[in-house]
């Protein structure tokens, strides 16, 4: 995950005051994605979850940044 702008190639979402920027191709291949803020005791961060199955190139189909 980074901090970027919007390109022509990408979908751009806004929920709650934040606005995400996923590459088109990216977001058709793994969608839904969910983004959540995560807090515990080993840190917080966002957490996102894909239902992006192993077969279809994922790996675990989720991400934690």
Do not use: H, R, W
């Amino acid at each position: 995950m980074a901090l970027d702008e919007p390109k022509s190639d990408d979908q751009v979402f806004e929920e709650k005051g934040a606005k995400y920027v996923i590459e088109k191709y990216i977001y058709e291949q793994a969608k839904p994605i969910n983004v959540d803020f995560v807090d515990s005791s080993g840190g917080s961060g966002f957490k996102l979850t894909s239902n992006l199955s192993p077969a279809a190139g994922g790996s675990c189909g989720s991400c934690s940044c």
